[in-house]
């Protein structure tokens, strides 16, 4: 979405993200915590046990050198809005 190189700053920083992909947002935290918001209103005992998954893959996601903080902030606020999207307005989802 925005030009902005990553981060991959030191030798324990290893990322398999190409250099040449842009780093903002986070797409992989978008994704979990998109999935994450979805279930939990329907499925108490997933929306429960979900949320760690979705916070290992935003911690790995900086950890590894792809991702800054706020790139990962970015994707969970992306991911919550689509959620409730989703779930406010069904009709606006696409079959294909």
Not at 14 to 38: C, K
Request: net charge positive.
């Amino acid at each position: 979405m925005t030009v902005r190189a990553r981060p991959r700053s030191g030798p324990s920083r290893r990322s398999r993200e190409p250099a040449d992909t842009l780093s903002f947002p986070s797409g992989h935290t978008a994704a979990a915590v998109a999935f994450t918001a979805a279930v939990a209103p329907s499925r108490p005992l997933a929306g429960a046990v979900c949320p760690v998954p979705a916070a290992l893959v935003a911690v790995e996601r900086v950890q590894s050198g792809s991702h800054y903080a706020s790139d990962v902030a970015a994707g969970a606020a992306i991911g919550l809005v689509s959620a409730w999207l989703v779930r406010c307005f069904p009709q606006l989802t696409l079959c294909v």
